[in-house]
């Protein structure tokens, strides 16, 4: 290190000599991780750099020693993963078989203020039943290819927190659901705007922590996170969709709702969070589980008079990791009414919410007598495979049910 200052400088002055050895000891595990700005940062801290300044005023560098950008380790228990090597920019365009410039258009920071039609995204804006409505960011085609690969070719590979059950292989509501079946206590929480709160740092985070060189987790995250354009924000504000608060959230770099990418991205970036609750449920003797922004916990009747306690930590952790509960959405279920969970009733077993079954045997029954058409107010362009999908869905939580329902099917003519 002497040696490279000492080129750099074109001179060897007192105070260098004493700025080395004034330097802390690092392990070879924490040198390979090392980037120029950590270095940088123990440079500046030394005494003897401080009393170099004031001695001959600030060094004048002659030499420039450019360090090759390069992979670093990744973190333990996961070196095994197989993730592409991806040192460097032209790296990442070879990846992704795409061009350098094809990179810096996707990754301009600026991009956000390009008129509406030469946006990498479209935005839809849909209502909701309970009111105001949600912003779906979607890729245009390229952009969205290039999120997939990037999905698929890396994210896929990464294991999630075991508490995290959305949109990962091998889990889904129902697994969900049957961590929480039979509890006498089950408690809900929600996170408000759960996409939109996970901003472009966050996401470089991930990808540095997995080995990537800064420049290139920067670069990755910019591809998989977009800052929503003014006119977007402003029609949101004067429907009254959102807030100055969520008007701001909005125009940072965040998480599309709508990019194949970002349900991953998003649990990768809340496993502090499950960490964290799942520690918490640990300590109460209770189970919990998250699937996308649906938090729960559940446990012994003992709960029930510690639910305010347990919910002001619950909040506070998700403040603590960037995040915030939807109030409203909070509530206490005991076994003396029905309990939820995303949709699934779970006091016994799993099971489908009793008036859920009736519009569906009623909507069956309807279509036999009057035809498929009658009942696709909405207009789905494959109602079929819609309706049979609800079946299926029913078929999983209540086998004895969905025979009456698969019987009902079998009357509905299908052709044209």
Request: hydrophobic share 45%.
């Amino acid at each position: 290190m002497q040696a490279r200052a000492e080129h750099a400088l074109g001179a060897s002055p007192d105070w260098l000599r004493r700025l080395i050895a004034e330097l802390p000891r690092v392990c070879d595990a924490t040198w390979q991780r090392q980037e120029v700005d950590d270095l940088a940062a123990r440079v500046e801290q030394t005494r003897a750099f401080s009393d170099g300044r004031r001695a001959s005023g600030v060094p004048f560098l002659r030499r420039w020693i450019l360090r090759a950008s390069r992979m670093h380790p990744p973190p333990l228990g996961l070196d095994e993963l197989g993730l592409p090597p991806l040192p460097h920019s032209a790296a990442i365009a070879a990846w992704l078989a795409i061009t350098l410039d094809d990179l810096d258009w996707f990754t301009h920071e600026r991009r956000h203020r390009l008129p509406l039609p030469s946006q990498h995204y479209g935005f839809t804006l849909q209502p909701k039943r309970s009111g105001g409505g949600r912003l779906i960011e979607s890729p245009r085609r390229r952009l969205k290819a290039v999120q997939a690969r990037v999905l698929h070719g890396l994210l896929d590979r990464v294991p999630v927190h075991e508490a995290c059950h959305g949109f990962v292989a091998g889990r889904s509501v129902l697994t969900h659901a049957r961590l929480h079946t039979g509890r006498p206590v089950v408690m809900h929480f929600d996170l408000q705007n759960f996409f939109g709160r996970i901003v472009a740092s966050q996401v470089a985070a991930v990808f540095h922590t997995l080995g990537y060189p800064r420049g290139v987790a920067r670069q990755l995250a910019a591809l998989c996170t977009v800052s929503t354009p003014e006119p977007v924000i402003e029609r949101l504000r004067d429907d009254g969709w959102v807030d100055w608060q969520d008007a701001q959230a909005l125009r940072r770099a965040h998480l599309p709702q709508g990019a194949p990418s970002s349900p991953m991205l998003a649990n990768l970036c809340a496993f502090q969070l499950d960490l964290r609750l799942d520690g918490l449920a640990h300590a109460l003797g209770a189970t919990y589980s998250r699937y996308a922004d649906d938090l729960v916990l559940s446990g012994p009747a003992s709960l029930r008079g510690s639910f305010d306690r347990i919910a002001a930590w619950v909040g506070r952790i998700a403040l603590e990791e960037g995040y915030a509960l939807n109030h409203r959405k909070t509530r206490l279920a005991t076994q003396a009414a029905a309990q939820r969970v995303c949709g699934v009733v779970v006091n016994a077993h799993p099971n489908l919410p009793r008036r859920e079954f009736d519009r569906l045997r009623a909507m069956l029954h309807q279509c036999a007598l009057h035809g498929p058409a009658s009942q696709n107010v909405d207009g789905r362009p494959d109602f079929r495979a819609h309706l049979w999908g609800r079946v299926q869905w029913a078929a999983q939580l209540n086998a004895a049910k969905a025979e009456r329902l698969r019987a009902l099917w079998q009357r509905i003519d299908w052709s044209p």
